[in-house]
T-cell receptor, first 115, second 111 residues
C-alpha cells in the first residue's frame, strides 16, 4: 500500500531563517507531487506541483521554492522566512494521469509558525 | 481566486440529522471531488463525480452535480459525531494534474 510522510510535524522558526520541509511517498512510482499551504480557517492554496524528477511548476510567486531530487521525494524550501509564511503545509500525491483516478492523497501536514 | 466556493461556511447539527453542503465553481470541469479534513490533519478523499454524472452514492454520502448551474452538493445522511470535520470541494478546471480547492464547510455534529 502507498503511504506519504511529512516532517517535521511542527516547526517554529524566526523571521529571516531558512526552511526545509520534506515529503516522501512510498509504495508507488512516478507520482505527481504537490505542495499546498492552508492559512487558518482557509482553503488550500496550491504552491508547487511536480510531474517528474526535476520538473517543478510554481503556481504562486513567493518566498518559497520546491525541488524534487528523487522520484518520491519533494522538498519545500525558503532562504529567508517571512511572517506571512506561517501556515499549515500539506504535501500530496496522485497517480500519473491515465493510470488511475485523479484523486490526491495527503500527508499529515507541517504546522509552521514564523515569529 | 478560488474556483470552488462552499456554503455554508459552518454548519451545526445534531447526531442523526442530515447535513447538506454546497459548492459552486466558475469554469468548466472534468470532475469534482469532495475531501474531508479533521482538525489539524491532512485531507482525505471522499468521493469523485465526473462531469457526465449527475448523482453518485458512497455509503452515507450522496453527491450531486449540476454542470448547467456549476454547482455540486454533498449530503451526509444520519450524521454521527465522528463526521465532525471540514469538507472541501475541489475541481480540476486548470487541468487534469492540479486541483483547486474551496474554502470549505466546517461541520459540527453534536451528540
Amino acid at each position: 500500500s502507498q503511504t506519504i510522510h511529512q516532517w517535521p510535524a511542527t516547526l517554529v522558526q524566526p523571521v529571516g531563517s531558512p526552511l526545509s520541509l520534506e515529503c516522501t511517498v512510498e509504495g508507488t512510482s512516478n507520482p505527481n507531487l504537490y505542495w499546498y499551504r492552508q492559512a487558518a480557517g482557509r482553503g488550500l492554496q496550491l504552491l508547487f506541483y511536480s510531474v517528474g524528477i526535476g520538473q517543478i511548476s510554481s503556481e504562486v510567486p513567493q518566498n518559497l521554492s520546491a525541488s524534487r531530487p528523487q522520484d518520491r521525494q519533494f522538498i519545500l524550501s525558503s532562504k529567508k522566512l517571512l511572517l506571512s509564511d506561517s501556515g499549515f503545509y500539506l504535501c500530496a500525491w496522485s497517480y500519473t494521469p491515465g493510470l488511475a483516478g485523479p484523486q490526491q492523497f495527503f500527508g499529515p501536514g507541517t504546522r509552521l509558525t514564523v515569529l | 481566486s478560488q474556483q470552488g466556493e462552499e456554503d455554508p461556511q459552518a454548519l451545526s447539527i445534531q447526531e442523526g440529522e442530515n447535513a447538506t453542503m454546497n459548492c459552486s465553481y466558475k469554469t468548466s470541469i472534468n470532475n469534482l471531488q469532495w475531501y474531508r479534513q479533521n482538525s489539524g490533519r491532512g485531507l482525505v478523499h471522499l468521493i469523485l463525480i465526473r462531469s457526465n454524472e449527475r448523482e453518485k452514492h458512497s455509503g452515507r454520502l450522496r453527491v450531486t452535480l449540476d454542470t448547467s448551474k456549476k454547482s455540486s452538493s454533498l449530503l451526509i445522511t444520519a450524521s454521527r459525531a465522528a463526521d465532525t470535520a471540514s469538507y472541501f470541494c475541489a475541481t480540476d478546471s486548470k487541468g487534469y494534474s492540479t486541483l483547486t480547492f474551496g474554502k470549505g464547510t466546517m461541520l459540527l455534529v453534536s451528540p
